[in-house]
């Protein structure tokens, strides 16, 4: 499969596997961004993806990011026939500010294919061992 990319700015860090094993792609940030503690921000990667059909993009955090800095990725589901610029919204669960420098690692992208299923509205489900058990059903 090939992922078209098209920078939408000269800035704009291409997206890259730092290691040949890697399932995402780095996304990195197209300008300066602090995001205070609480807060949430849209970063510009200044890059868009023609992610080819049967496929999407999933955007999620960077282990480091999110560990160390407390950063969660927001949103993150980029569909095939999308062609604009692709955003990372990100909030900051922890107490002090955050800040990306312009070609910083923001997040990453996994491109996986979908199955589309055939919808088909039912009057009854199948039983399932589960059944409707919801939160913590599974104990502790």
Known sequence: ???LIKKLHPDAKVPSFAHATDAGLDLCALENVTIAPGARASLRT??????????????WDKSGIAHKGGLKTLGGVIDAGYRGEVFVGLLNTSDV???????????QILIQAIVQPELVEADELPEADRGDKAFGSTGK
């Open 97 to 107: 500010p955050y800040t990306f420098e312009a070609g910083n690692k923001v997040a």
């Open 46 to 59: 200044g890059i868009a993806l023609a992610i080819p059909e049967g496929h999407v993009g999933l955007v």
């Open 1 to 3: 499969m090939k992922l």
